[in-house]
C-alpha cells in the first residue's frame, strides 16, 4: 500500500524514523530545511548522535531506500516531524508556536493526492492537528479534509506522537505502543497499517484531540514527578539530609516511586510539553504550572550553591582572588550520555556561570566534539584535564565517563548524587 513515504524533519525523530522505515524496505524522501543536513544524509552519515542510526542510515542509503532533499516530493504517506517551540514573549505562559508545522504543511500541500495520509508526529499542543487539516485544505481546495468530507475525505489525517527515549530511540520506534489518532476512524485506520510497517508494540486507536493530550499528559507527569524530587532536594540539603538516600528508601514502599532530583529539567519534551497543557487551561492547571516553576528555579538554586563554594574557597585561601578559582562543568546535555542540549540546564548553568566568574570555567561534555554550535568561547575540555586543574566541581550530567575515575575534591557540587 504505502511504496514511499516522506519524513518532514531529519532531527532526533525524523530521521530514526526515516531509517526504520527505510530498512523494512520502504522507499523514504526525507525533507529538510538544511541543505548540510540533507547532504550529510545523502553521503551516508548522520548529523545527530543516537546509537545504531550511523550504520542504519548509511544502508539505508547505499540500498537506494533512503535520499534526503529540502524539497518536498510525491509520496503516499507524509510524516511531519518538526519542532514546536514557544513564542518569544513576554507572558507567563508561554504560547505554543505552530509556525513550524505549519510551514511544513503548506511546503508539501502541492505534491499532495487523493488517497494520501498526513500524519503529525510533533509533539503538538491539542487541536494542532485539526489546525494543520485546515492549512492544507486552504492550499488545496481542490482536495477534501476530513474536517469537511469526514470519512468520504481524499486526504487523511492523523495524530502520532513519538514515545522514545534518546539513547534508544531505534529499539523503542519498533517495541513500544504507538497512540494513533486520527480524525476520523478511517485516517485511523489507515495510520495504523503504515506504523505496522516496523512497529510491533500496540498501536491503539484513539482520536487526535486526545492522541495530543496523551502525549503532554506522560510528560506532564514526569515533571512534576521530577518537580518533586527537586524540591526534597533543596529541603534535605538544608536540613543535611542525604536526598539520594532518602529517595532509595521511600521507594521501597511498594506503591512509591520517586524520580531522581537534578539541576533542572530539559529536553525537547518535559520542559516544554507541560506548558501546552497550561496554555490551553491556565486556570485549571495550578499543580502543572507549580511544577514548572519548582524545576525552572532549580538552576539557580545550582548556581547559588557554586557561589558559595567560591566564597568558602576564598576565606580558607585569604591569598587567593576569584581569577585564580578554575570551575569545571560536567555534562553540557539535557540528560545522560546524549549529545542533545535542547532546553538543558546543564548547559544554560554552565553559561550562567561563564558570565559571572572571572576565573577559567572548564566545560565537558564527552558526547561533543570541539566547538559548540551556539556562540563564540564555548569549547569542550577533557575531563582528566579538568579533574585535574578545577579548583571546584560541579557535576550537571550523570554521563558514563564520569562514573568510573571520580572526582574527589573539597569542593563537589554533585546534582545527580554519582560522586
Known amino acids: 500500500m504505502f511504496k514511499r513515504i516522506s519524513t518532514i524533519g531529519l532531527g532526533y525523530i525524523g530521521l530514526p524514523t526515516a531509517a526504520v522505515f527505510a530498512k523494512h524496505g520502504i ?55 518538526v519542532p514546536t517551540p514557544f513564542k518569544k514573549t513576554d507572558a507567563e505562559v508561554p504560547e505554543p508556536d505552530l509556525s513550524y508545522i505549519e510551514t511544513a504543511s503548506r511546503a508539501i500541500a502541492p505534491v499532495l493526492k487523493k488517497g494520501d495520509l498526513v500524519v503529525l508526529e510533533s509533539t503538538s499542543p491539542v487541536g494542532a492537528t485539526e489546525k494543520m487539516a485546515e492549512w492544507l485544505a486552504e492550499e488545496r481546495p481542490d482536495l477534501s479534509f476530513p474536517q469537511a468530507k469526514g470519512e468520504e475525505s481524499d486526504i487523511r489525517i492523523a ?21 494513533i489518532g486520527g480524525m476520523t476512524r478511517k485516517c485511523s485506520e489507515l495510520a495504523v497499517s503504515l506504523y505496522k510497517t516496523f512497529v510491533k508494540g500496540e498501536c491503539v486507536i484513539t482520536s487526535a484531540r486526545t492522541a495530543e493530550m496523551a502525549k503532554l499528559t506522560e510528560n506532564s507527569f514526569r515533571d512534576v514527578n521530577i518537580a518533586f524530587a527537586n524540591e526534597l532536594s533543596m529541603i534535605c540539603d ?35 510539553d507541560p506548558w501546552f497543557i497550561v496554555s490551553a487551561a491556565p486556570e485549571r492547571s495550578k499543580l502543572i504550572q507549580m511544577a514548572r516553576v519548582v524545576n525552572n528555579d532549580k538552576p539557580e538554586w545550582v548556581i547559588n550553591k557554586v557561589k558559595l563554594a567560591i566564597a568558602d574557597f576564598l576565606q580558607k585561601n585569604p591569598s587567593k582572588t576569584t581569577k585564580d578559582i578554575t570551575i569545571a562543568c560536567y555534562g553540557l546535555a539535557f540528560k545522560a550520555n546524549v549529545d542533545d542540549i535542547r532546553e538543558s540546564p546543564a548547559l544554560g548553568i554552565a553559561k550562567s556561570i561563564m558570565s559571572f566568574h572571572s576565573g577559567l570555567t572548564l566545560l565537558v561534555e564527552p558526547n561533543m566534539k570541539g566547538d559548540i554550535n551556539l556562540e563564540a568561547g564555548i569549547t569542550i575540555t577533557s575531563y582528566d584535564l579538568a579533574r585535574k586543574k578545577a579548583n571546584i566541581h560541579l557535576l550537571l550530567v550523570d554521563h558514563d565517563e564520569f562514573k568510573g575515575d571520580i572526582v574527589l575534591s573539597e569542593y563537589i557540587i554533585d546534582t545527580r548524587g554519582i560522586w
Open 159 to 179: 495524530h502520532c506522537p513519538e514515545r522514545v527515549l534518546p539513547g534508544h530511540v531505534l529499539e523503542e520506534l519498533i517495541s513500544n505502543d504507538r497512540v
Open 27 to 81: 522507499e523514504v524522501i526525507g525533507v529538510d530545511v538544511k541543505q548540510e543536513a540533507v547532504d550529510t544524509i545523502n553521503r551516508g552519515e548522520i548529523h545527530i548522535v543516537e546509537p545504531g542510526l550511523e550504520e542504519a542510515v548509511k544502508n539505508a542509503v547505499e540500498k537506494g531506500k533512503l535520499r534526503a532533499t529540502t524539497t518536498p516530493e510525491d509520496a503516499d504517506a507524509f510524516l511531519i516531524a
Open 238 to 272: 538544608m536540613l543535611g539530609i542525604d536526598v539520594w538516600e532518602l529517595i532509595s528508601l521511600s521507594n521501597r514502599h511498594p506503591r512509591v516511586n520517586i524520580l531522581q532530583p537534578g539541576p533542572g529539567v530539559g529536553g525537547h519534551c518535559i520542559a516544554v
